[in-house]
């Protein structure tokens, strides 16, 4: 598992990192981990890349190798700039992030509710490695919670 830190994605990158099977690699951009996965998948192993929104920006363009080769490429996504957004810097890429994705390729799956996030997960790992193509599930913030990083703390 590659990722950018991220607040939304805490708690499964914790649990990642507990469990002796998996290695959780950080990176220091998104992009980075566009090349890990796909050295890995060249290595026999199966990968998948966990950030934030804001992230999909700076992996368009590496989008390009997975495509070109063949490599499955296997995203999680936790997404900002919905409704309850608070950080107007968050909304356009928000808005842009499938949009983008499918321009380049890339099978979007995105879940409505919180229990169909596993299902939506599995299929999207089982036609990016079966197709050899990527596949991004995107998890709104209806389904993570809206951040406020303490905006409110002290209001009356």
Do not use: Y
Request: aromatic share 4%; proline share 6%.
């Amino acid at each position: 598992m590659a990722t950018v830190p991220d607040g939304g994605l805490k708690a499964l990158i914790e649990l990642c990192d507990e469990d002796p099977d998996l290695r959780v690699v950080t990176l220091t951009t998104e992009e980075e981990g566009i090349g890990l996965l796909a050295g890995m998948w060249l290595g026999g192993v199966k990968g998948v890349l966990l950030m934030q929104s804001s992230g999909v920006g700076n992996c368009i363009n590496m989008l390009s190798l997975p495509h070109v080769c063949r490599i499955p490429c296997l995203v999680l996504v936790t997404m900002r700039g919905g409704p309850a957004e608070f950080n107007p810097w968050q909304v356009p890429m928000g808005q842009a992030v499938r949009p983008t994705l499918e321009a380049v390729g890339v099978s979007v799956h995105e879940p409505r509710r919180a229990e169909e996030v596993g299902a939506s997960f599995q299929r999207a790992a089982c036609a990016a490695f079966a197709t050899g193509t990527t596949a991004a599930v995107l998890v709104s913030q209806a389904i993570l919670g809206a951040k406020d990083f303490g905006r409110d703390r002290g209001a009356s």
